[in-house]
């Protein structure tokens, strides 16, 4: 059947939300920065985003992936945390309620400054490891995590004393 003869009338009206852009975080340790961007530029054949001392980031399209890397944060080769980057707030707003709904703790909505950017954020704690879900809203100076406005939390759930509530300071982010 040609659907392009087909009156407007044979199939019902499908309306489309606007599609939300969403890529997954992945945030490494690393052990030499240089290195390691030098290795994933080539890799994904991708520039990097951003660079500051001891941080780096990529925006790469294809795969969608963020990619961040943390150098000095932890052991070379393993995980930081992994997140879900959203283009608004309100993304970020109903996926803190659909995940607090669903019986897991988040850490609440808030308002930062953390890995050189200004975001809106929740976390939540896997079974082994933190997520992020967040929007960034702007640029900063600033690695560590300052929160700005909180919504009941804090950055990077844990039962255990983090690097932030010890000295002010966060890789988390």
Same mark, same amino acid.
């Given at each position: 059947m040609n ?22 975080? /992945? ?26 001392d ?10 969608? /992936?963020? /990619?961040?890397?943390?150098? #000095? ?31 897991l ?6 308002d ?20 992020e879900?967040?929007?960034?809203? #702007? ?12 919504? #009941? ?14 000295? #002010? ?5």
């Amino acid at each position: 059947m040609n659907v392009e003869m087909m009156s407007s009338n044979s199939y019902p009206e499908i309306i489309t939300p606007k599609e939300q852009i969403m890529r997954v975080q /992945l945030a490494l340790n690393v052990t030499d920065l240089d290195e390691s961007i030098d290795f994933y530029e080539k890799m994904f054949d991708t520039p990097v985003a951003k660079k500051k001392d001891g941080y780096a980031n990529f925006e790469i399209a294809n795969p969608p /992936l963020k /990619l961040v890397l943390f150098e #000095g944060q932890g052991k070379g080769g393993t995980l930081n945390h992994l997140g879900v980057e959203v283009e608004e707030k309100a993304q970020v707003s109903d996926a803190e309620i659909r995940i607090s709904r669903s019986g897991l703790e988040t850490t609440g909505i808030d308002d930062t400054v953390c890995c050189y950017a200004e975001k809106t954020e929740t976390w939540v704690e896997g079974p082994d490891t933190k997520w992020e879900w967040y929007v960034k809203t #702007g640029d900063a100076e600033v690695l560590e995590n300052v929160i700005l406005s909180s919504g #009941g939390g804090s950055c990077c759930p844990t039962d255990e004393p983090t690097a932030e509530t010890a000295s #002010g300071e966060s890789a988390c982010c």
